[in-house]
């Protein structure tokens, strides 16, 4: 149970969506912004618990797709999304949100609900009961949640001393994170499409 956690908590990677969540931990209270992230992460562990338990036959049972399309699909976006990092920094991540109401849905996707974390949901699922499962899928969310709302205390925290500097390490570290995301992205493009091909 502990390396599943592990897996999936490190698959949601806290720090990086904290880096691409900026605008948001910039702008809202910190009571709004929590709110945000745990509907988030709400959405994101009933979604990760349905492939848990019912592991790659929703793809083909259910939308009577190959897993491979979801990962091609899945990398293309993740794909738009570093570019757009890359390019324009944190500002072109204004036009994938909305008004702060809705921002649960677009936290949670693209941000935390992904090929990585739906890949690493079914195979838990496929290892574990389902009672595991949930509690396996559960926790690792719980704890990713815990470390974003965290981590928008400490920029609360330094913001009022070192303003600019915070802000301008979030930046170039989002840059820098984003160039790996696209790598990643590419990754799960090649992987689906190796998948899609394989006779």
Do not use: C
């Amino acid at each position: 149970m502990f390396e599943s956690i592990s897996l999936l908590f490190v698959l949601l990677n806290p720090f990086l969506l904290g880096l691409y969540l900026q605008d948001i931990i910039r702008e809202l209270s910190f009571r709004t912004f929590a709110g945000v992230v745990l509907r988030a992460s709400l959405i994101s562990g009933t979604v990760f618990v349905a492939f848990g338990i019912s592991g790659d036959r929703i793809f083909s049972d259910l939308f009577h797709v190959r897993f491979a399309a979801f990962q091609i699909f899945g990398g293309i976006v993740f794909l738009l999304i570093g570019i757009h990092y890359v390019l324009y920094g944190g500002r072109a991540l204004k036009t994938w949100r909305g008004d702060p109401d809705y921002l649960a849905g677009t936290v949670a996707m693209p941000f935390m609900i992904g090929p990585g974390t739906i890949s690493a949901s079914v195979i838990i699922g496929a290892q574990m009961s389902m009672q595991s499962t949930i509690i396996s899928i559960a926790t690792a969310v719980f704890l990713a949640a815990v470390a974003i709302i965290l981590l928008k205390y400490i920029h609360d925290v330094l913001k009022k001393k070192k303003e600019a500097l915070v802000y301008r390490y979030i930046e170039v570290t989002g840059r820098i994170m984003s160039l790996f995301v696209g790598t990643y992205a590419i990754e799960m493009i090649l992987q689906g499409l190796e998948a899609w091909l394989k006779p």
